[in-house]
C-alpha cells in the first residue's frame, strides 16, 4: 500500500482568512459611512471595539482574534 504525504499551505489559508475578515470589515465601516482606515487602526491602537461596526455583521471578534495572533 502506498503512503502519501498531505501537504497543507497554512500561510495561504491565513492569508485568505485575514483578507476575508478585513474585507469584511473595511465594507461594513465603509457601507456606515465611517473612514475605514482610521476606524480599523484606532482598534488596533486602542483595542476599543467601538471603532468597529456591528453592522452587516462585521465579524469583530474574528477581527480581535486575528489581531492578538499577528501582534
Same mark, same amino acid.
Given at each position: 500500500?502506498?503512503?502519501?504525504?498531505? *501537504?497543507?499551505?497554512?500561510?495561504?489559508? *491565513?492569508?485568505?482568512?485575514?483578507?476575508?475578515?478585513?474585507?469584511?470589515? $473595511?465594507?461594513?465601516?465603509?457601507? *456606515?459611512? $465611517?473612514?475605514?482606515?482610521?476606524?480599523?487602526?484606532?482598534?488596533?491602537?486602542?483595542?476599543?471595539?467601538?471603532?468597529?461596526?456591528?453592522?452587516?455583521?462585521?465579524?469583530?471578534?474574528?477581527?480581535?482574534?486575528?489581531?492578538?495572533?499577528?501582534?
Amino acid at each position: 500500500m502506498e503512503e502519501f504525504t498531505r *501537504k497543507f499551505n497554512v500561510a495561504q489559508e *491565513k492569508d485568505a482568512e485575514i483578507r476575508h475578515i478585513l474585507t469584511t470589515v $473595511y465594507a461594513a465601516l465603509e457601507d *456606515k459611512g $465611517y473612514n475605514p482606515i482610521n476606524q480599523i487602526v484606532g482598534y488596533i491602537l486602542s483595542e476599543d471595539p467601538t471603532y468597529i461596526t456591528n453592522h452587516n455583521n462585521a465579524p469583530l471578534r474574528p477581527l480581535a482574534a486575528l489581531l492578538v495572533r499577528i501582534v
